[in-house]
Structure formats: structure tokens, C-alpha cells
């Protein structure tokens, strides 16, 4: 029994965490990335109520019990390092980052102030110090948020703040009706940041995308125009660079230049396309990305690393001090007996921010910027193995000839459908062909991917597999090809 008063020694810590320890290691680390385990045991919510004791009652639990539930937890989890797992744009599973989690729970730190995180916040500074140069921005800055879309939220308030510094002062009063531009298959994020920005999704304007999902510098050029005649603030872009399901990347010195000529700020989505720049091969994707004023880039998709590590990096490093510093009395004292410039958290608009460098940090120390860039390379060596099997392979159809990101999308042909006119009706069966078996392949526990249809294209529902979990081999590539043919014959 836990009781309130007992001290770690009472609890029998060691035994407790040891026990923990075990089956972390046996039941997630081994056992959830073994082929011949399930990717998860689906259960529908009703039934998965009463496999877990959700209830909290007035009396302490035993460690026995606790550690029952926990293995029931990890049991129906599902298993997002499993090699089967390429569900969404993050998998992987690995000790190094895995370790740097653990620890960072474990002191349970705060990045707003030197007196409480001495270590971490020197490892940001340094991190960001390495993430700026790598991006190109000489005197640049950053925070890590909690999560992508709240990077982009960010992004566009310092970029709001840039253009009209007295909104932190007097609000939206007076000000003019602003216009921000995403491609049409942008993330929705910004959507969401016009709302609650105060912004208003409607002045979140989307920008047409080519064939390939890269957005048309022409659109964006003639929507500019157009607003600025009816008496709008043009004033900032989001270039999307790995995009959530083509894995296109926008032309950033096309966009760098149409920003520069109405005065608006260029930020770029480089959540998923980002970890290109630690690759010499792939980074030419992302060309130009110097000449953006911010960007976000998330660690925990195309690196692998557990949620959430998702970085903002901004060219001026001023400016999210700027924007966001509130200089809470009680908290950021200017008397204090250490240089107050190591207090960053003002810069941020949270108050108590979790540690999310140091996961970053160990797997780093851990395999260097080889292994780094070499995980990035293995993910672009498995789209490409992927897109030419998919060609070979009678039923598959792949969306677009070519691959962008790590991601690869196709379509499945039952063998009823080949061979057939491909009329809309032929078109419409097809659309029902990928949620069936999805929902076959979960029941079944035996691989994770997932669907969605296009409207941007006129695309039916279509598969999208991930390409980046260090795990997954050559072989599991042939495994899904194999898979969705089991499962999809008879449709
Ligand atoms: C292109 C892009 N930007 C932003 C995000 C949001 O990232 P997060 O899930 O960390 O909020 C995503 C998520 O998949 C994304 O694909």
C-alpha cells in the first residue's frame, strides 16, 4: 500500500520502479516491437471499459494492482515502434531518446528559469545554437513548443507582433483586417490559430497546389493582389515543406519573393520535411530555407524521437522575447544572484514549460550527426524501395509517380476491379476499398496504416504508409504488399 507520509524507502521504491523498469523493457521495448506480436489487440471502447480498472477509489492501490494495470495499459496500447506501425507521420521506438524521457520525468524540470533547470536550459541554448546554424539563420533563436501545430500558432503571433508591435498593448482594436496564406493541403493548424488568434479562419486563405501538391507562387501572387484592392493586410505565409499526405515540398525562393515584395512574414511548415536538412543528400528540398523568418520543424516525425520534441526557430532571435515577455515579478526577478539572460521561459507564452531537449539530446550524443543524417537517408532509401515495388506488385497503383517525403501513397485493386473501365462508379467502389480493409487489418492486429481521401485532387480514399521507423526493413515492405493483398482480395 502507497500512503500518504511513507517515504520512498517505506514504498520500497527500487522494488517498485525496478518492477516498472521490467516491463517497460519486456512488454513495450521487446515484445511491442516483435513481428510476431500484434501491431495492438483492438478492442471497441465498451469492452476496453471494463479491461481497465479506470476507477479511482478512496483507498490506495497495491503496487501488485498498479503494476497489473500498467501491463494492461501497455497491452492494449498500440505498439507505435512495432515495424507493422506506419499509421501517421511518427514510429520508432529506441532506448537513447527513450532514456532522455525517462530522465527528464524523473527531475522534473521547468524551462522557465536557471534557478530551477540549470542544465536544461544551457542544452536549449546549445541546441537551438546547433539547429539555427544547420538552418542557416546566422543570429537566430528558438522554443521548443508543445507540439507542431502549436509552433505554427506561435509563429503566426511573433509574425502579428512583428508587423504590429502595439497589439501586445492595446489588442485588436483598430487594427486592420489581416489575411494569412497556407496551400490547399497545408496543415490545419493555421486554420485553427486564425480562430483563436482572433485572426478568423476566414482570412486564413488557402493557395492552389500543383499535381505534385506544391503550392503555385502565380495563386498566392493574384490572391495578394486582390486582397490588398479590397483593403486587406496581407502578412504572412506559411510554406509547407512535407506536406501531411503528398509529402510535397512548396518552392521557398518563389515564396521568399512574392513575402519580400507586399512586406510579409514567411514562415516554414517543415514539421514532417525537416529532418532533410540533417541530410547532405535530401537537404536540397528544403532550398532557401534561410530566407524564411521562422520555421518548425518536429523531432518526434521524421527522427523518430517519442512526443513531443517540435522546435520553432525564428531568424531574429529578439523576437520572441519581444512578443511574448511578460517579466512576471515573482518569478523573473531582475535582482537575481546569476546572469538573468540564462532565465528564457519569458520568451515563451507558457509559464512552465516541459523539458523536451533532452530526449533530442541523448539520441544525438548517442549516434552523432551521422547517425542522425543516416536515419534520414535509410527513411528516403525505403520510399524509394517502396514506390518500385508498389509498381511491380499487380493491385497497387501508386498516387503519384513519384515519391516526395518518406511517405508513400497508392491505391489497392481488389482483383474484380483490374482490367476495368475506370468510370466514376469504378472510382466510388475503389473509395470503400481502403476503409474495409483498414478496418480488417485492425481487427486483426496485423499492420497499421492509414487512409484518407483527397478532395484537393479528386481523390478517392487512398493508403498512406511512413516510412521512417528505423525498424521497418525491406522485408516488412513485402510483408504489406502481402497483407493488403490477404486482406483486400475478396473485396
Ligand atoms: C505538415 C504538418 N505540420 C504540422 C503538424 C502538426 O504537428 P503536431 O502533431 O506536432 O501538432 C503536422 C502533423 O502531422 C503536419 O503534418
Given at each position: 500500500?502507497?500512503?500518504?507520509?511513507?517515504?520512498?524507502?517505506?514504498?520500497?521504491?527500487e522494488?517498485?520502479?525496478?518492477?516498472?523498469?521490467?516491463?517497460?523493457?519486456?512488454?513495450?521495448?521487446?515484445?511491442?516491437?516483435?513481428?510476431?506480436?500484434?501491431?495492438?489487440?483492438?478492442?471497441?471502447?465498451?469492452?476496453l471499459?471494463?479491461?481497465?480498472?479506470?476507477?479511482?477509489?478512496?483507498?490506495?492501490?497495491?503496487?501488485a494492482?498498479?503494476?497489473?494495470?500498467?501491463?494492461?495499459?501497455?497491452?492494449?496500447?498500440?505498439?507505435?515502434?512495432?515495424?507493422?506501425?506506419?499509421?501517421?507521420?511518427?514510429?520508432?521506438?529506441?532506448?537513447?531518446?527513450?532514456?532522455?524521457?525517462?530522465?527528464?520525468?524523473?527531475?522534473?524540470?521547468?524551462?522557465?528559469?536557471?534557478?530551477?533547470?540549470?542544465?536544461?536550459?544551457?542544452?536549449?541554448?546549445?541546441?537551438?545554437?546547433?539547429?539555427?546554424?544547420?538552418?542557416?539563420?546566422d543570429?537566430?533563436?528558438?522554443?521548443?513548443?508543445?507540439?507542431?501545430?502549436?509552433?505554427?500558432?506561435?509563429?503566426?503571433?511573433?509574425?502579428?507582433?512583428?508587423?504590429?508591435?502595439?497589439?501586445?498593448?492595446?489588442?485588436?482594436?483598430?487594427?486592420?483586417?489581416?489575411r494569412?496564406?497556407i496551400?490547399?493541403?497545408?496543415?490545419?493548424?493555421?486554420?485553427?490559430?486564425?480562430?483563436?488568434?482572433?485572426?478568423?479562419?476566414?482570412?486564413?486563405?488557402?493557395?492552389?497546389t500543383?499535381?505534385?501538391?506544391?503550392?503555385?507562387?502565380?495563386?498566392?501572387?493574384?490572391?495578394?493582389?486582390?486582397?490588398?484592392?479590397q483593403?486587406?493586410?496581407?502578412?504572412?505565409?506559411?510554406?509547407?515543406c512535407?506536406?501531411?499526405?503528398?509529402?510535397?515540398?512548396?518552392?521557398?525562393?518563389?515564396?521568399?519573393?512574392?513575402?519580400?515584395?507586399?512586406?510579409?512574414?514567411?514562415?516554414?511548415?517543415?514539421?514532417?520535411?525537416?529532418?532533410?536538412?540533417?541530410?547532405?543528400?535530401?537537404?536540397?528540398?528544403?532550398?532557401?530555407?534561410?530566407?524564411?523568418?521562422?520555421?518548425?520543424?518536429?523531432?518526434?516525425?521524421?527522427?523518430g524521437?517519442?512526443?513531443?520534441?517540435?522546435?520553432?526557430?525564428?531568424?531574429?532571435?529578439?523576437?520572441?522575447?519581444?512578443?511574448?515577455?511578460?517579466?512576471?515579478?515573482?518569478?523573473?526577478?531582475a535582482?537575481?544572484?546569476?546572469?538573468?539572460?540564462?532565465?528564457?521561459?519569458?520568451?515563451?507564452?507558457?509559464?512552465?514549460?516541459?523539458?523536451?531537449?533532452?530526449?533530442?539530446?541523448?539520441?544525438?550524443?548517442?549516434?552523432?550527426?551521422?547517425?542522425?543524417?543516416?536515419?534520414?537517408?535509410?527513411?528516403?532509401?525505403?520510399a524509394?524501395?517502396?514506390?518500385?515495388?508498389?509498381?511491380?506488385?499487380?493491385?497497387?497503383?501508386?498516387?503519384?509517380?513519384?515519391?516526395?517525403?518518406?511517405?508513400?501513397?497508392?491505391?489497392?485493386?481488389?482483383?474484380?476491379?483490374?482490367?476495368?473501365?475506370?468510370?466514376?462508379?469504378?472510382?466510388?467502389?475503389?473509395?470503400?476499398?481502403?476503409?474495409?480493409?483498414?478496418?480488417r487489418?485492425?481487427?486483426?492486429?496485423?499492420?497499421?496504416?492509414?487512409?484518407?481521401?483527397?478532395?484537393?485532387?479528386?481523390?478517392?480514399?487512398?493508403?498512406?504508409?511512413?516510412?521512417h521507423?528505423?525498424?521497418?526493413?525491406?522485408?516488412?515492405?513485402?510483408?504489406i504488399?502481402?497483407?493488403?493483398?490477404?486482406?483486400?482480395?475478396?473485396?
Amino acid at each position: 500500500m502507497s500512503v500518504e507520509g511513507q517515504t520512498f524507502t517505506d514504498l520500497d521504491v527500487e522494488g517498485f520502479l525496478g518492477a516498472v523498469h521490467k516491463l517497460i523493457t519486456e512488454e513495450a521495448f521487446v515484445k511491442g516491437t516483435n513481428r510476431g506480436n500484434p501491431v495492438f489487440e483492438f478492442k471497441q471502447p465498451e469492452d476496453l471499459k471494463t479491461l481497465i480498472d479506470f476507477e479511482i477509489k478512496a483507498n490506495p492501490s497495491t503496487h501488485a494492482a498498479i503494476l497489473d494495470e500498467l501491463t494492461k495499459i501497455i497491452k492494449y496500447s498500440v505498439k507505435t515502434g512495432h515495424p507493422y506501425f506506419f499509421n501517421l507521420l511518427f514510429s520508432g521506438l529506441d532506448p537513447y531518446s527513450q532514456a532522455g524521457s525517462w530522465v527528464t520525468d524523473a527531475v522534473n524540470s521547468n524551462m522557465h528559469t536557471y534557478e530551477t533547470s540549470p542544465v536544461f536550459i544551457l542544452m536549449e541554448n546549445y541546441m537551438f545554437k546547433k539547429l539555427t546554424s544547420i538552418v542557416g539563420f546566422d543570429d537566430g533563436g528558438g522554443l521548443f513548443c508543445p507540439g507542431g501545430s502549436a509552433s505554427n500558432q506561435l509563429a503566426l503571433h511573433i509574425a502579428r507582433f512583428n508587423r504590429f508591435p502595439e497589439i501586445k498593448k492595446v489588442g485588436l482594436y483598430g487594427l486592420p483586417r489581416l489575411r494569412c496564406y497556407i496551400s490547399e493541403d497545408g496543415h490545419y493548424s493555421l486554420k485553427k490559430a486564425g480562430n483563436y488568434l482572433g485572426i478568423g479562419e476566414e482570412n486564413v486563405v488557402t493557395i492552389l497546389t500543383d499535381n505534385s501538391g506544391r503550392v503555385l507562387p502565380g495563386d498566392l501572387q493574384q490572391k495578394v493582389v486582390a486582397d490588398i484592392e479590397q483593403g486587406y493586410i496581407p502578412m504572412f505565409v506559411m510554406a509547407t515543406c512535407g506536406s501531411t499526405v503528398l509529402g510535397s515540398f512548396d518552392s521557398l525562393p518563389e515564396l521568399q519573393d512574392i513575402c519580400r515584395r507586399y512586406n510579409m512574414w514567411l514562415h516554414c511548415d517543415a514539421c514532417y520535411g525537416g529532418g532533410v536538412l540533417l541530410s547532405k543528400q535530401h537537404r536540397h528540398l528544403l532550398y532557401g530555407i534561410e530566407g524564411c523568418d521562422s520555421v518548425s520543424w518536429n523531432f518526434h516525425k521524421m527522427s523518430g524521437l517519442p512526443h513531443q520534441c517540435a522546435a520553432l526557430l525564428v531568424k531574429n532571435k529578439a523576437i520572441l522575447l519581444e512578443a511574448n515577455c511578460s517579466k512576471a515579478e515573482y518569478l523573473f526577478q531582475a535582482d537575481k544572484f546569476y546572469d538573468t539572460n540564462y532565465d528564457i521561459g519569458d520568451k515563451s507564452i507558457q509559464c512552465g514549460r516541459k523539458v523536451d531537449v533532452l530526449k533530442l539530446w541523448t539520441l544525438w550524443k548517442a549516434i552523432g550527426d551521422l547517425g542522425m543524417e543516416n536515419r534520414i537517408n535509410k527513411a528516403f532509401e525505403k520510399a524509394r524501395y517502396m514506390v518500385d515495388l508498389l509498381k511491380k506488385s499487380p493491385g497497387f497503383r501508386p498516387v503519384l509517380p513519384e515519391f516526395q517525403c518518406v511517405s508513400v501513397s497508392f491505391w489497392y485493386i481488389p482483383e474484380r476491379y483490374r482490367g476495368q473501365e475506370e468510370t466514376p462508379e469504378w472510382w466510388l467502389a475503389i473509395h470503400k476499398v481502403a476503409p474495409e480493409i483498414k478496418r480488417r487489418m485492425v481487427e486483426a492486429g496485423t499492420l497499421m496504416i492509414s487512409y484518407q481521401p483527397m478532395s484537393s485532387k479528386g481523390f478517392v480514399n487512398f493508403f498512406r504508409i511512413v516510412l521512417h521507423n528505423p525498424a521497418c526493413t525491406q522485408g516488412d515492405m513485402k510483408y504489406i504488399i502481402e497483407e493488403i493483398d490477404r486482406l483486400g482480395k475478396d473485396l
